[in-house]
């Protein structure tokens, strides 16, 4: 119980409420991680105390924008490279109404979400393994989504690239970055352009309680993407747009 009371102080420091039940799924997520990590390379972060503050609110860092409307908890969320399951897992544990899509190139990793999945009895959420240049081609996934969230390592070309095609018109994509941006967001206004989006704002903050520092870079989808984008695999990350 004091694990679950640690994350249910920290996330009420930055302005989130859990219940017993939300702090317990973290408890077991946290578990899960280190348990898995000792087996295969899924984070460097293994101390339990760092895993709830780089991991889990960092993840949920877009919760807690107070201009973030509250309807948003209720749509289609797609996670590009996902990863570990950050920051898709992590909000869906928040707010159980989303719908979520978990999309990884790393099929071990697939196995670990799946797990996860189970383990903490998420409903309305699924792990695909795919390459986002394949998987964005589909008609079942192409442009399906309200919400795209990736906090992958990427220059913000190549995520536009890879994530705007999956939202629908008047959607949003939401990348999570590292610190100052502003020459991040200069080198990526074409690309954004090209794809159908408009830079909306950037959100800046420390992680609550630390000296973390983060952008959360809003792109809204103003017109459809043409079809010949995203690039065949492999492109969009040696020639971005």
Known sequence: MEREQKIKDRFQFAGLELTDHQAAQFVQYADLLTEWNSVMNL???TDFDEIVEKHF?????????KNVSRETWNRNLIDVGTGA????????????????TLLDS???????????????????????????????K?????????????????NLSTLTEYCLPF?????????????EVEEELQTAAKAVKILGGT?????????????????????????TTPKKYP????????QPL
Do not use: M
Not at 122 to 133: F, N, S, Y
Not at 167 to 179: C, D, L, P, Q, T
Not at 205 to 223: A, M, N, Q, T, W
């Open 85 to 100: 399951g950050f920051p898709g897992i992590p909000l869906k544990i928040l707010f159980p109404n989303l719908k979520v």
């Open 138 to 154: 589909l008609p079942v996934q192409r442009e399906q989504y309200e919400l795209c969230v990736s906090r992958a390592v990427a």
């Open 106 to 136: 790393l099929n071990k990793r697939i196995n670990f979400l799946n797990e996860v999945i189970r383990v903490l009895d998420l409903k309305q959420i699924k792990a695909i393994h795919g390459r986002a240049e394949d998987f964005a």
């Open 231 to 238: 690039r065949k695999a492999g492109v969009p990350s040696k």
């Open 57 to 65: 609110l960092d993840s949920a860092a877009i919760a807690f924008l």
């Open 43 to 45: 984070t460097g972060i």
């Open 167 to 179: 939202i629908r018109k008047g959607g949003w994509f939401v990348a999570y970055k590292s610190g």
């Open 199 to 223: 830079i909306d704002r950037t959100e800046k903050f420390l992680l609550p309680g630390s000296d973390i520092g983060r952008s959360l870079i809003f792109i809204k989808k103003v017109e």
